[in-house]
């Protein structure tokens, strides 16, 4: 499963929340309106911000310089040269300098806050592909009638919650855990009406 899947699989589990239909309706308008570049860019938007406000990411970097950081929680800690350092990726995409009221949904935002594909020499060099394949799955999926998640726990996106706001996956059969999102289950009526 690559990148684009896993953040697609997050910001759907966000934005089928029953507190999102607002949101969920104003992103089913812009994926029935004809394809251009104003709905590829508000697709690609809404994509942005439900991966930033629901992705669970981070990576490991070994720091460059001796620095001192504080920590989400007030904390100043030292960090020696070369010491292999968690950036969070989770607390990254609430703070409010890059993006000025972090919980709101914008999807105007620019695109250059966002670090989900990383940044400088470590950023993803299929950026620009998952953001075309993002937008289309968002276009795909939301133009369809009545999106919702699958009745009972096939609905769900089983997740274990961890430490920093960070989540490991069950697989389908809630046997083992998995590093990606695998488990959830959505459906939509066809045109006539009937579940699919």
């Not at 950081?69 to 995409?93: K, N, Q, Y």
């Not at 799955?137 to 939301?142: G, I, Q, S």
């Not at 389908?172 to 579940?195: H, I, N, T």
């Amino acid at each position: 499963m690559g990148r684009s899947e896993n953040q697609f699989a997050q910001a759907i589990d966000f934005y089928l929340e029953p507190s999102r239909a607002t949101l969920r309706a104003e992103i089913a308008a812009i994926a029935r309106q004809p394809q251009s570049q104003q709905t590829d860019a508000l697709l690609l938007g809404y994509a942005m911000e439900g991966i930033r406000l629901a992705g669970t990411f981070g990576s490991y970097r070994q720091a460059s310089r001796a620095d001192e950081i504080t920590e989400d929680d007030g904390r100043s800690v030292a960090v020696p040269a070369g010491a292999r350092v968690f950036v969070s990726f989770v607390s990254a995409a609430r703070d409010p300098a890059r993006f000025p009221a972090p919980d709101e949904v914008n999807p105007r935002r620019d695109l250059g806050a966002y670090i989900h594909y990383g940044f400088g020499p470590h950023a993803c060099l299929g950026r620009s592909a998952s953001q075309i394949a993002i937008v289309e799955m968002f276009r795909a999926l939301f133009r369809k009638r009545n999106l919702c998640r699958a009745p009972g726990a096939a609905g769900e996106l089983k997740k274990v919650a961890r430490p920093g706001g960070f989540y490991v996956y069950m697989k389908e059969d809630w046997g083992s855990l998995w590093p990606f999102p695998v488990s959830m289950k959505v459906q939509w009526d066809d045109e006539d009406g009937a579940a699919e």
